[in-house]
């Protein structure tokens, strides 16, 4: 059974940091690129940021699918833990949300649709 386990969301103070991660069980991770997506209630979910697999380009390749995370966002993987984290920082209340990553066994895409499995979410809330 495939699983994603969202970790590290909270509430932080504008300005601040957070560094989600993104746990999987179930599924060879090395062969799937990770994407961050978010979603606050009344509007659908969009991508972030996502890492490649690697596969394509022989690097883990970075692609961002929102310009107002550019500079403050940064994704990462550890093939050998499973994981993948999203470092967030200058966090402003325009980055509040649920954050869900999710995993496809292909490149990145931005579309919510093209991924094979997903996190449960975890919310961030960044206010003063």
């Known amino acids: 059974q495939v699983q994603l386990v969202e970790s590290g969301g909270g509430l932080v103070q504008p300005g601040g940091s957070l560094r989600l991660s993104c746990t999987s069980s179930?599924?060879?991770?090395?062969?799937?690129?990770i994407g961050w997506f978010r979603q606050v209630p009344g509007k659908e979910r969009e991508g972030v940021i996502c890492?490649?697999?690697?596969?394509?380009?022989?690097?883990?390749?970075?692609?961002y699918y929102k310009d107002s995370v550019k500079g403050r966002f940064t994704i990462s993987r550890d093939n050998a833990e499973n994981t993948a984290y999203l470092q967030m920082s200058s966090l402003t209340p325009e980055d509040t949300a649920a954050y869900y990553c999710?995993?496809?066994?292909?490149?990145?895409?931005?579309?919510?649709?093209?991924?094979?499995?997903w996190g449960q979410g975890t919310q961030v809330t960044v206010s003063s």
């Open positions: 179930g599924l060879n991770f090395r062969h799937y690129s």
């Open positions: 999710a995993a496809v066994n292909d490149h990145c895409s931005g579309l919510h649709s093209a991924y094979d499995f």
């Open positions: 890492i490649s697999n690697g596969n394509r380009e022989s690097y883990f390749d970075t692609i």
